[in-house]
């Protein structure tokens, strides 16, 4: 009988571990929230590393790994390949495609923080939308700026930024009210791909705002690649039957 262990922290992630039995394991970083309510068993927390996680999957005689975690967590999509390599079992990930600009969209690509506060000098009311990062540049935000920004985090924010501490999923008429209350002008993201927190670029594209996109992370080649938490819950039902 195959034994899962499934690295989480996204919504996909989540949806998968709902249809996992009690004898698959589904992982957490332990920054969020932890699910009490499933049928598989739940850990939290980091394994110490590639020769951590091997160690996990050793001692608890896991024979699938899958990588459900974010398109921008690579560190533990590193250590999931470098890990099942040591162990010799495979490695399966849920990889969301990315979002693709449309007519009317002015996306602008950055590399990284530094190529992003430049890209952002001549905007006054940015909208962050890529997580937590922006709360360690508090204290280096222009005089001629005012910042918004949104994650999982009941930060107090400071005289030049506004802290929204808020989950999606979000609806266009939400992200059209939070994006005219704050008269925003540029939207900053990470390409996330999905349904969840797509409706920000709708109304960046209606609003003709510029958005600021944050280059994804090269991920390592897996053994299974799926494109929807559907197709690879589909391939699970196969092997667990
Ligand atoms: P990361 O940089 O790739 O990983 C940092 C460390 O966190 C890993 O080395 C690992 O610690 C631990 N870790 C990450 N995911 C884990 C999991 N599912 N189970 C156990 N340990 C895990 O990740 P991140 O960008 O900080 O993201 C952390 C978590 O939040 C991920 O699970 C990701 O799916 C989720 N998330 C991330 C984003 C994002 O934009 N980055 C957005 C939404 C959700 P050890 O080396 O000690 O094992």
């Known amino acids: 009988m195959t034994r899962i262990l ?42 110490g590393g ?19 975690t ?31 600009a449309r007519a009317g969209d002015d996306w602008r690509e950055v590399a990284d923080w530094a190529s992003l506060v430049t890209a952002l000098e001549r905007f006054s009311r940015p909208l962050f939308t890529l997580g937590r990062e922006p709360l360690a540049h508090l204290d280096q935000i222009p005089a001629s700026q005012y910042w918004i920004v949104r994650c999982l985090d009941a930060h107090r ?10 989950r999606g ?4 008429e939400g992200e059209r009210a ?9 939207l900053v993201s990470k390409n996330s791909g999905g349904r969840a927190t797509e409706a920000k670029l709708d109304i960046a594209r209606e609003l003709g ?6 280059r994804r992370p090269a991920l390592p080649e897996v053994d299974r690649e799926f494109g929807s938490a559907d197709a690879l819950l589909n391939a699970i039902q196969t092997i667990c039957r």
């Open 6 to 47: 499934l690295l989480g922290g996204t919504g996909d992630a989540l949806s998968i571990a709902r249809h996992l039995g009690p004898r698959h394991i589904y992982s957490l970083a332990g920054l969020g929230r932890v699910p009490a309510d499933l049928a598989c068993a739940v850990r939290a927390g980091g394994f």
């Open 50 to 68: 590639a020769e951590g996680l091997a160690r996990f999957i050793a001692s608890e005689r896991i024979d699938l790994l899958i990588d459900a």
């Open 169 to 172: 999923p979000f609806t266009t």
């Open 178 to 186: 939070l994006f005219l209350a704050h008269a925003i002008d540029v």
């Open 70 to 100: 974010h398109p921008y967590a690579a560190q533990i999509s590193a250590n999931a390949i470098a890990a099942s390599r040591a162990s010799g079992i495979a490695c399966w990930a849920a990889r969301r495609p990315a979002w693709q």
């Open 209 to 214: 705002l510029p958005v600021l996109m944050l």
């Open 157 to 166: 924010g400071s005289a030049r930024a506004r802290v929204l501490d808020a």
